[in-house]
Nanobody
Framework: QVQLKESGGGSVQAGGSLRLSCEAS????????MGWFRQAPGKARAGVAS???????SYIVSVKGRFTISKDNNKNILYLQMNGLRVADTAEYYC????????????????WGQGTPVTVSS
């Protein structure tokens, strides 16, 4: 059973930066698409970024150019570098893993982390 554990969330002022980390208990990065989702208060959980086994990445439009997803295959750690944070980025952020990025982006994810909160103030 794979476990995902996020860390790095916190409170920051608009324009600031945070780096989220997600440590995986098993060696899944070589076989799974990894991604970050977020859920703002009163809204549905939605995908933010993904990184495939071939290192190809995808982002939603609102974070492109500000957020960078990466991973360390040797350490089994997924990252999300968030720069230029906005109030609208306030949410609980979740790490996710699925066999394909196509299914990951539908939200039908095989493995979820427990979440880490990000609060951006003006």
């Amino acid at each position: 059973q794979v476990q995902l554990k996020e860390s790095g969330g916190g409170s920051v002022q608009a324009g600031g930066s945070l780096r989220l980390s997600c440590e995986a208990s098993g060696d899944i990065f070589r076989n799974y698409c990894m991604g970050w989702f977020r859920q703002a208060p009163g809204k549905a959980r939605a995908g933010v970024a993904s990184i495939d086994t071939d290192e190809s990445t995808s982002y939603i439009v609102s974070v492109k150019g500000r957020f960078t997803i990466s991973k360390d295959n040797n350490k089994n750690i997924l990252y999300l570098q968030m720069n230029g944070l906005r109030v609208a980025d306030t949410a609980e952020y979740y790490c996710a893993a699925d066999r394909t990025c196509r299914t990951l982006w539908t939200g039908k994810v095989e493995y979820w982390g427990q979440g880490t909160p990000v609060t951006v103030s003006s």
